[in-house]
């Protein structure tokens, strides 16, 4: 016997209307409706006589025990109580099911090729406002972020287990086959070519790989940070959602993930401004441009690499528990298509 939407709704009813309870709010009327286009999580609009409100419905699996509703929560709390209000408002949580319930926000996202300079001063200020509050007890108990890193060799390491993972792929189909040739062909020999030259350029200018960003130097990081998680408001204000890799990071890494992510991408004439803007927030900020210059080619691969993750089955299990498409809608053989195109760019360009 199968369980219809329309049941789980039902049963997760009784459940909502305790959280209302919980945050103060009255739960007559309660309408609970799937939206459409979930990567990670359910999300579900809930409309009540009071108002509308947004319950995300976290994914977990055994392979993946990141506790992302507790680092979406924990993260949202710190920035609210502080007086960040270019995120949604949380409400509150339930542990035990999973269950987020935030302030719904309306507006639209911003489409690939719209990204504006003021869009772009947003997201500085986004996160140069989380930041003047890192050493408030709130923020000091958030966790590394979940793919945080601190040093040079970590940054490569973090690559690594991705083209690993890739590499790994069962060829069960014909476009696993042609990915998998793809993979060991292509993009394996160039990562290796991109990590041994940020090797020797470390050792020529003495860097030590293995150094660690020091806590002065580290910033809290929305993580998965970029307008594919950004809605605009009626009035033009960007709203950031999406927190649940959140935490302590290398301010490197924010840079790097912002300017390279696919989905909506930011033209790279601004990766200055932002780290001109970024870098009055840290002591040692010749450093972090020095890390932001050395890594950009090997984050470009990196994010061929996301492409691809879906490949996946865990990544394909999470896509289907929230309900989402694979990569914006695209098909496998797309995603493939737009991972070979873009590796053909970086490879043109590291020459």
């Given at each position: 016997m199968t369980t219809s939407v329309h049941d789980i709704e039902d049963m997760l009813e009784p459940v909502v209307s305790v959280m209302f309870a919980m945050a103060g709010l009255s739960a007559s009327s309660l309408k609970l409706e799937r939206m459409p286009g979930g990567g990670n999580n359910r999300v579900r609009k809930i409309?009540?006589?009071?108002?509308?409100?947004?319950?995300?419905?976290?994914?977990h699996h055994d392979l993946d025990t990141r506790d992302r509703l507790g680092a979406?929560?924990?993260?949202?709390?710190?920035?609210?109580?502080r007086g960040v209000r270019c995120i949604p408002q949380p409400l509150v949580r339930q542990l035990p099911c999973r269950l987020g319930l935030y302030e719904f926000v309306e507006g639209a996202p911003i489409k690939p090729g719209a990204v504006t300079r003021g869009h772009v001063m947003s997201a500085c200020e986004f996160v140069l406002s989380l930041n003047r509050f890192r050493h408030d007890p709130l923020a000091v108990s958030l966790p590394t972020a979940s793919d945080g890193c601190f040093s040079m060799m970590s940054h490569l390491e973090s690559i690594d287990r991705r083209v690993a993972q890739l590499m790994a792929i069962e060829p069960i189909s014909q476009t696993d086959r042609r990915t998998m040739v793809f993979v060991y062909e292509r993009l394996e020999p160039l990562w290796r070519r991109l990590r041994e030259s940020v090797l020797a350029r470390c050792a020529e200018l003495r860097l030590d790989i293995h150094r660690v960003v020091p806590d002065h130097d580290r910033i809290v990081s929305p993580s998965d940070f970029g307008f594919h998680n950004a809605i605009v408001r009626p009035n033009g204000g960007v709203v950031f959602i999406d927190f649940e890799y959140a935490g302590w990071d290398d301010p490197a890494k924010c840079v790097l993930d912002?300017?390279?992510?696919?989905?909506?991408?930011?033209?790279?004439?601004?990766?200055?401004?932002?780290?001109?803007?970024?870098?009055?927030?840290?002591?040692?900020?010749?450093?972090?441009?020095?890390?932001?210059?050395?890594?950009?080619?090997?984050?470009?691969?990196?994010?061929?690499?996301?492409?691809?993750?879906?490949?996946?089955?865990?990544?394909?299990?999470?896509?289907?528990?929230?309900?989402?498409?694979?990569?914006?809608?695209?098909?496998?053989?797309?995603?493939?298509?737009?991972?070979?195109?873009?590796?053909?760019?970086?490879?043109?360009?590291?020459?």
């Open positions: 409309k009540t006589d009071t108002g509308i409100f947004l319950l995300k419905e976290y994914f979406e929560f924990a993260f949202s709390k710190f920035a609210w109580e912002f300017f390279n992510q696919v989905a909506v991408p930011v033209p790279r004439e601004y990766v200055e401004p932002m780290m001109d803007k970024l870098a009055h927030a840290l002591d040692s900020p010749a450093q972090f441009r020095q890390r932001v210059h050395i890594l950009f080619p090997c984050y470009r691969l990196k994010w061929c690499c996301m492409r691809l993750m879906h490949m996946l089955p865990i990544h394909r299990e999470r896509r289907s528990f929230a309900g989402g498409a694979n990569n914006d809608g695209l098909s496998r053989d797309e995603c493939l298509a737009l991972a070979e195109s873009e590796l053909r760019d970086i490879e043109s360009s590291s020459h």
